[in-house]
Structure formats: C-alpha cells, structure tokens
C-alpha cells in the first residue's frame, strides 16, 4: 500500500526562500510530501478554503500581511491545521507570541537545514493527528489544577475553562503552593496552571518547585507578569507556555492547555522511544558503535568494550580506525586484548543519535566460524591427499591384476594346451592299446581342460571389462540386437524362437561393452528357453517413475526368486552343467558394465514361466531414441525347419 503524502501548503513571498524551502523538503528521506507553493495571505487563505492540507509552513511577513496579524488571520481560517512559522526574524518576543497563539513551532530560516525543518513537520503533524484523534474519540475531560491566591482570578479563569462550547475540563483550585503540592501528591490531576506569585513562593521558583515535585506533568504559567525574559526563564526551567492574563481568551487558554498536555505526552513518548533504543543498543549481544559524521567515536556498547579490550576506553572521543561503507558487510579484524585477533563482520547503518546524524557500526564475532572454516579446508586438503593416495594406490592394485591377468592368459595356457593335446593324443594314438576305462578318463582329462580354457577366457573378459576405457557413442540398440538374434539363429536352425525387437532404440553409451551385455543377455534368454519346443524372446524399453529402463523378456526356464541375490555373482549358477552349460560370468559382466556405466540392473522370474532382466544406462538422451508407447514396431519370427 502506498505511503500517504502529506500536503504541504507554503506560504513565502520570496521565491528564491521558496525554492530553497522546496528543495530541502524534496531531497528528504523518511517522508513523502506535496508542496504547493502561494506568495501572499490572500491566496493562502483561499487555498485553505479548498481542503486537503495538512500543515501550512508560513512566513509572517509578507506583502499583504505583517507580524502576528498574518498567523491569526490564517489560524481562525482552519484552526485544525497545525502551522509552523519559518521567518527570517530573530525575534524572542515574537516568537513567543506565535507559539501562544498555537504555532507548532517558530524556525528562522537561516538557522534551520533538512533535517530540522523534516523533524518538525514530523512533530506537528503527529501532535495534531494524535489531537484530533483524541477528539474524535469523543470529550474527555481532563483534570486541571490551577495554583492562583487570587480568589477573583481564579473564579474567572474557571469559568473560561468551563463555559466553553462542549464539555470543558475539571478545574481544582488552590491558593498557595504547598496545597498545590499537597493536592498533586493525591493523584488525578493531568494540567498545573500555575500563578508565579502565591503567599508561600515567588517566580520561577515557583515554578522550579513544581516540576522538581510532579516532573511528568505539564505547567502552564498563567501570571500577570508581562515580562518576555522571565518568560523564556520559565520555558527553560520546564513550563510548557507563558500567558499573561488579560491578554488571553476561553479558546486561546483551552487550546493552549490542549497543546501543552499534548506536548509532554509526545515528549515522554519520544523520550521512551529513545530509552528503548539505547537498551537495545547497550543490550546488544553484537558491539555497536557509535561513530559522528566527523569519524570520531561517541558511545562502544558492553560487547564492542569486549571486543576491543583495553583500548576501547581510549577510543572515545578518538577517530574510528576501521573503514567504514554504509550499506555493506565487510570482515575485519580487531587486536583485541588476547594473544589471538578477532575477526568481526562489520555493518554500516546511517541513523540519528541523540539528534545529531551518525554510523552505527555493527560488529559480530565470527572468529569461531573462521576457525570452523578453516579447519573443514584442511580436513578437505587432507581428505584430497588421502584420496589421491588411495588412488595410486587402486592403480598399482589394477597393475598387479593386469599383470595377474597376462599370466594367465600366457603362462597358464601354455601347460593348458599340453594337458588337453597330449591327452587327445593318447585317445588317437593309442586307442587300440586302451581299455573303455582309460578312454573314459583321457576323455574327462580333455574335458576339464577345455573348461578351464573358457573359465580363463571368461575372467580375462571380466577384469577387461572394469579395466577398459569407455569411449561413449550413440548406439543403436535395435539394430544390434537383430544381429545377435540373427547369429543365435544360425547357430541352432531347427529351433523355433520368436524375437519381439522394436525400430529406435538408441542410446549413448560404449559400444564394445554394451555388445557384451545383448549378447550375455540375449544368449541366456536363448539357452534357457532351448527346453521348450517354442518360444518369444522381447528386448525393449518402458517408463518407470520417469526413468527410461530397458529389458530382456523370455519365456523359458526361469529362476527362484528366493536365489535371486546370486543372479549376478562371479561363478554363480543356478542350474546344473548337464541341464544348462556355462562358467557364471555372464551375468557379473552384465552387472559390471551397466554400473561402469552409472546403471542399474536387477531380474524378476519364476520357475519354468520365465524371466525378465532390466537395466538402465542414464546417459543424455540422443536425439533420434525413443520410447514406444504402444506395440513394438517390427517383430522377427525365426522358424527353423
């Protein structure tokens, strides 16, 4: 919601003094403002007639209008609008005069500048708002003791009080200063109209006595002395206004004990607000200190005392050393008093202090948060150097496995080759000499070397397949998978087996190793449907929560679920060699590849109505893969005669 401006109307016949007031009003921070501008009463009047203004800032000589006479004129014409007298005259008594008459308050142009000209617009528009306020909330009667040893006039101030229009206030008279006390004593009273001149006191110490006693209650001097310096006295020592009886009416007085009342309130109010300010600041578990506009330090609260040590009381009074930029956050730090420097992040803010502009700098140990961050950069250093440590060591471990591996690709086939050959040898070179029985045992020697052969062939592939790099490409899944399917067929024609494989499925990934896993795969689904006299084999892809998984769908042998943890463990097999041939590495090289891969791969199954093996290879998807939402696009049916 927009902040409501306050409309201004100010009345100045000098131009160039106009402009100037303008500016200062314009380039102010905190208040929104509209300033029409006239030259003379007249046109001020006529303006007024209008509505809409808030405050009039009125000059009191002008071309159709002199002194006093212009702020009367002006005030009768809207008594509710709060009026401030900004002139170029250096006059006490006048200046007394417009206050009297209900002037908010009396500036002199050459003496005032932005910040008190905003402040006591401020002022005034609050102390009328909270008036009027007051007034709309219906009559409420205030109590006014009034100290006067004249009974004559002290019957005829009570009368003007209480003959006004509406309900005036309650008005409790006594004639000497010690009633008066006495009766302040008792409570209730909200207003002391008080006669300088009583039986028992004399002056202004009459007036120093009262505000010694009741200090919160507002005074009006109300005396038959016309005597401007011992009414500026009278204000010093704490009076809220001077009148002189006889130059006073019923609305003139009402309205000066309104003001007065008023004022004290918004004074204590202001007073409060200043006291809850310097506790938070001298509370404050940050140090705040208080730097004026000439970089010398006023006020270190208990916490910046703390942190500066010994030399914070040497700092008063002394220029603020630490760089200072409003609006920003900055680190520093600070000597302090220990072995150790602090360091602190430091806030600029730009505020009042005691009336005067000022840097309140905000300062927040961050010494231990420092300390924190440090010690994790070296945990992290250390943590680097550990992993780069662990690293060589996994290559040395990889090179005595590579090393492993070449032994036994090359030295172990060697003795291999011989068992196997000689003893085919003696099964052809000596069949006449043999018994059944010898055959038998050659015949089972050959056969155990043979599948020692494919067992170091299949872990050659293995430790190959988590040594190799990967160089990722973008695969055509579908095209690969018909020719594994085609040289399946060919391999055992008299089979009847069904391949379900869809166009467009593509993927980025290691080609070489993603060949092994169709054809690990695809070969399985093969072998374990090679007992059933038909079969479909399926590989595709679907959704699963938003993740792209493809599959291997048959309809063969299948598996219990209960052994499913072994599905995928080096030399791990869960049918006999005579039902379904093979060494068990199959599937760990399935597992390997998809994982090097950053995939997943898991199996569904049951015994004798088949299995299903899913995977995924989350890569960034290649523009020309699919998903089929419906059928597969293209079946291949291989029916061997």
Request: aromatic share 4%.
């Amino acid at each position: 919601m927009p902040e409501k401006r306050t409309r201004i109307l100010l009345v100045e016949d000098s131009r160039t003094d106009a402009h100037l007031i303008e500016k200062m009003l314009d380039g102010t921070d905190g208040m929104a403002s509209v300033v029409e501008w006239v030259q003379t009463l007249s046109a001020g009047l006529e303006r007024l007639c209008r509505g809409q203004i808030d405050l009039v800032v009125l000059d009191l000589n002008l071309s159709d209008s002199q002194g006093v006479d212009t702020f009367t004129r002006l005030s009768s014409k809207a008594p509710h609008v709060p009026i401030i007298v900004l002139t170029g005259t250096v006059d006490e008594k006048l200046a007394m005069q417009a206050i009297h008459l209900g002037a908010q308050d009396y500036l002199v142009k050459k003496e005032i500048n932005s910040d008190l000209l905003l402040r006591a617009i401020r002022y005034a528009v609050e102390r009328s708002r909270r008036l009027a306020g007051s007034e709309d909330a219906g009559p409420k009667q205030e109590t006014v003791l009034l100290v006067e040893d004249s009974r004559t006039d002290a019957r005829l101030i009570t009368k003007m009080l209480t003959a006004a229009p509406g309900e005036g206030p309650v008005v409790e008279s006594v004639n000497t200063l010690s009633a008066g006390l006495q009766r302040l004593s008792a409570g209730g009273i909200h207003i002391v109209l008080l006669d300088l001149n009583l039986p028992d006191s004399h002056g202004l110490d009459t007036v120093r006595t009262t505000t010694a006693h009741s200090p919160n209650l507002p005074i009006v001097v109300l005396t038959s002395s016309d005597d401007e310096t011992l009414a500026a006295k009278a204000v010093g020592e704490g009076a809220q206004d001077y009148l002189v009886k006889g130059q006073v009416d019923s609305a003139h007085l009402l309205r000066a004990i309104r003001y007065a009342i008023e004022r004290k309130r918004a004074r204590q109010a202001i007073v409060a607000s200043e006291a809850r300010f310097h506790s938070m600041i001298r509370d404050n578990a940050d140090g705040i200190v208080v730097v004026d506009r000439a970089a010398l330090v006023r006020y270190l609260n208990p916490a910046a005392r703390s942190l500066f040590g010994t030399e914070a009381e040497q700092m008063l009074g002394q220029p603020f050393e630490l760089p200072i930029t409003a609006g920003e956050t900055t680190e520093v730090r600070i000597a302090g008093s220990g072995d150790t420097p602090v360091v602190a992040a430091m806030r600029v803010a730009e505020m009042d202090w005691e009336g005067e502009a000022a840097h309140i700098v905000s300062l927040r140990d961050v010494t231990a948060r420092k300390r924190a961050e440090e010690e994790v950069a070296k945990h992290r250093y250390h943590l680097e150097e550990l992993v780069e440590h662990r690293t060589a060591e996994l290559a040395a471990t990889n090179q005595e496995l590579e090393s492993f591996s070449y032994s036994v690709s090359h030295d172990l086939r060697a003795p291999l080759r011989g068992l196997v050959g000689f003893s085919q040898a003696l099964l052809e070179d000596y069949d006449d000499k043999l018994d059944e029985q010898g055959k038998h045992y050659l015949s089972r020697i050959s056969a155990a070397g043979r599948r020692m052969s494919e067992l170091i062939d299949d872990m050659l592939t293995l430790s190959r397949v988590t040594r190799s790099q990967m160089q990722r490409e973008t695969v055509d899944l579908s095209a690969m998978a018909s020719q594994i399917a085609a040289v399946l067929r060919e391999g055992q024609t008299d089979r009847k087996v069904q391949f379900v494989i869809p166009d467009g499925l593509a993927v980025a990934a290691d080609k070489r190793l993603l060949e092994a896993v169709l054809e690990n795969l695809l070969g399985n689904a093969w072998k374990f449907t090679g007992g059933h006299p038909t079969a479909t084999i399926e590989f595709g892809v679907t959704n699963v929560d938003n993740e792209r998984v493809y599959f291997v769908r048959d309809d063969g042998a299948g598996f219990d679920m209960a052994y499913v943890d072994k599905l995928f463990g080096a030399f791990q097999r869960l049918h006999t060699e005579e039902e379904f041939p093979g060494t068990g590495i199959g599937l760990a090289t399935v597992h390997r590849i998809v994982r090097r891969h950053g995939g997943r791969v898991w199996a569904e199954g049951e015994v004798e109505k088949g299995a299903t093996f899913y995977f995924t290879l989350p890569a960034k998807a290649q523009p020309d893969e699919t998903i089929p939402t419906e059928a597969p696009s293209r079946e291949e049916t291989v029916l061997a005669s």
